[in-house]
């Protein structure tokens, strides 16, 4: 099955610091890729869209300054937490579809961010 | 905007009961409903994806139905296990869309 990679699974970063977060499609060309974050007991929250090549689209409330996403390839997009804060503690969670794959979803492991 | 509705939020059942977990949605003009798992502090792993054109689609021990008229889907889990135990979380686009929107998830527990 398609398989989707998530780097790094944890981090741990002082509040001000900026920590990117890295998705990656391992076998499968990602038409497209969603962020979402996630909190203790909480359903999904989907943060953005990103298609290869065109800037994101990014959902109601959430910060593109903040939350910068950049779809450089077919199997890679990238989510940097600009001057994180403790309030963005959370699980970020990356998944992707590909061309064949029905607008199925592969997610990928996610990534706690802890900040300090 | 779609909205979705898990029921029951948890449930902890004993080893090899058969159990059925719901899933409601407002928006029934879908492409497409997903299943999918969640340990904790892990990522998501799909286990079913049923087409709009479809009523069912089956997976081992796992069924999963869809009435779009009535805007729901059932998970059904056959002789359930220990290592079934985790979240199950539904998630439906809204209509004219592909982006899924998530259910808050049943938290289930079989104990042995």
Not at chain 1, 40 to 51: D, V
Not at chain 2, 3 to 20: C, D, F, K, R
Request: proline share 5%; hydrophobic share 35%.
């Amino acid at each position: 099955g398609a398989v989707v990679s998530q780097h790094p699974s944890w981090v741990i970063c002082k509040s001000g610091t900026s920590v990117k977060i890295e998705c990656r499609s391992l076998d499968f060309q990602a038409t497209t890729m969603f962020w979402y974050r996630q909190f203790p007991k909480q359903s999904l929250m989907l943060m953005a869209t990103s298609n290869e090549g065109s800037k994101a689209t990014y959902e109601q409330g959430v910060e593109k300054d903040k939350f910068l996403i950049n779809h450089a390839s077919l199997t890679l997009s990238t989510l940097t937490v600009t001057s994180a804060h403790p309030e963005d503690s959370s699980f970020y969670i990356c998944s992707a579809t590909g061309r064949d794959s029905y607008n199925e979803q592969f997610f990928g492991p996610g990534t706690r961010l802890t900040v300090l | 905007k779609q909205e979705v509705t898990q029921i029951p939020a948890a449930l902890s059942v004993p080893e090899g009961e058969n159990l059925v977990l719901n899933c409601s949605f407002t928006d029934s003009a879908i492409y497409n409903l997903q299943w999918f798992r969640q340990d904790p502090g892990k990522g998501l792993t799909s286990l079913l994806l049923i087409q709009s054109s479809q009523r069912e689609q089956t997976s081992g021990r796992l069924n999963a139905s869809l009435d779009k008229s009535s805007g729901r889907s059932t998970l059904y889990i056959a002789a359930s296990q220990p290592g079934d135990s985790a979240t199950y979380l539904c998630a439906v686009p809204s209509g004219g869309s592909y982006i899924p929107t998530f259910g808050r998830g049943t938290s289930l527990i079989v104990h042995p």
